[in-house]
């Protein structure tokens, strides 16, 4: 094993960026609130616009990206975690945390003091994870998508000014 970094995404970055993201679609079509179809007909200045309002990272291990996390401004104080995805073959290898770690750094280092999330239900790896770094259940409960049966939970964390990253 390489030793794994965490890199954030620009702009220039799309093309590696949509190659991702639609693998993860690909992989865990359950556990994301847009689909595989409705991404692949994304043009370029879509995925463009996306790198350019949030702060997407991707953990490279040898130069290979192994996993994806974003993070976006949401309501005052309020950053959402989004996209988590750890590509199969990296899964049990820490990958997971040091990308919520990072997400965790940059509200921190941004003075956002709560970080939101959704779980789709019966994803317990994910729940784990997220417990691991201190966010729990908030009660709120929604749709995963538009006309799905399946449904996620809103998990929050606050985040101290003082806490290591």
Do not use: K
């Not at 370029?44 to 990206?65: P, T």
Request: with cysteine; net charge negative; charged share 25%.
């Amino acid at each position: 094993m390489q030793t794994i970094s965490v890199r954030v995404l620009d702009v220039p970055d799309w093309a590696l960026y949509r190659a991702v993201r639609l693998a993860a679609l690909a992989d865990a079509p359950t556990a994301f609130a847009s689909t595989l179809a409705r991404e692949l007909a994304f043009p370029e200045d879509r995925w463009r616009e996306r790198l350019a309002g949030r702060n997407q990272f991707v953990a490279e291990d040898g130069g290979e990206v192994c996993g994806l996390i974003g993070v976006v401004p949401a309501d005052p104080g309020v950053a959402e975690l989004v996209s988590l995805w750890v590509r199969p073959a990296a899964r049990g290898r820490g990958v997971g945390d040091l990308l919520v770690r990072e997400v965790l750094r940059w509200a921190r280092d941004h003075d956002v003091p709560t970080v939101r999330l959704w779980v789709a239900e019966g994803n317990e790896p994910a729940e784990r994870l997220y417990t691991r770094h201190d966010f729990q259940r908030t009660g709120t409960v929604q749709p995963v998508r538009a006309g799905a049966d399946a449904l996620e939970f809103a998990m929050t964390r606050s985040v101290r000014v003082d806490e290591a990253g």
